[in-house]
């Protein structure tokens, strides 16, 4: 268990890295500078000599990653050029709002799933079975920031019962939690469904059935168990879609959020805010596969983790 812990660390470490040396490799490369942007079109040569020079992007391009690698590893992003504050500042204010929609989503999509594919698993081709394949379609077929629009039209405009946006509490987090998460529900509702049935059908199920064991009980306590493993995987993959649902959300609903902090940095070249923003969301990508690759073992005691 330890050395495969350590094996994993590593190979985060190799992929966050990698990202950190790409998103600083393709900044450079990229047309338009910090300098620039904030000089304007109209800025003479020394106005923006002296931004470049203020910025550190003056210098040579090893020097400014040297630079970077060593401040990074003692949490110093520097300071971000559209806002005059340190990263840290930046990303910590708006960090939190984000956790709490991104766990939000993630709550509810599993909720759903959870819910809709035992009960359609359990009774093959019912309403509920029938419901639930077009739940999943529906949920794939509609983009996050379309689904958006319409939950705002629907509960804000027409209803007036969620505010539009904003992070004014719990309700706001409401319309774009929901939007979010029905774009996940879909593959984990058809891949708990296909586990359930397959696992309902098992030699174990029966025998506990033959022992007069409740439906439920053996569904929810002993069935579920074992058909969740391939849920975690999907869980895996859907972080990084989360990751990317969450900005679009943030866009649509105007959350103040890490996606709004990506957004405006990209728009300004805010090198060090995006390079922040870039390797915490890289790492918290690898940390949370990994943390669910853990859960394997915790969730199947079939499943031992080697080297």
Sequence with gaps: MTRYLLNRLFQAIAVVWAIAVTVFVLL????????????????SPEVIESYAREFGTDRPIVDQF???????????????????????????????????LGATAL??????????????????GSWIDAGSSVLAAAGQAMPTFWLGLVLIQVFSVQLGIFPSGGATG???????????ALAMVPTQLRVLRSSMRSTLGEDYVRTAR??????????YVYALRNASLPVL??????????LGGVIVAEAVFNYPGIGQLAISA??????????????GSAAVFVLLNLLIDLLYAVVDPRVRVSG
Excluded: K
Excluded at 210 to 219: D, H, V
């Design 266 to 279: 990209l728009g300004t070249r805010d090198y060090p805010l995006i390079q922040a923003l870039a390797i």
């Design 233 to 242: 995987t999907v869980i895996g993959v859907d972080v990084g879609y989360l």
């Design 210 to 219: 033959s022992f007069g064991l409740r439906e439920r009980r053996i569904s």
């Design 107 to 124: 709550l509810l999509s599993v909720s759903i799933a959870l819910a809709v594919g035992v009960a359609a698993a359990r009774r093959p």
């Design 28 to 43: 450079r490369l990229s047309p338009g500078d910090p300098a620039t942007i904030r000089g304007g079109l109209d800025a």
């Design 170 to 180: 719990f309700s706001s987090l409401v319309l774009p939690a929901t939007a979010v």
């Design 66 to 100: 040297a630079r970077f690698v060593g401040h990074a590893f003692t949490g110093d992003f520097g300071t971000s050029v559209r806002y005059g504050e340190p990263v840290t500042s930046v990303v910590g204010q708006a960090l939190p709002h984000t956790l709490a």
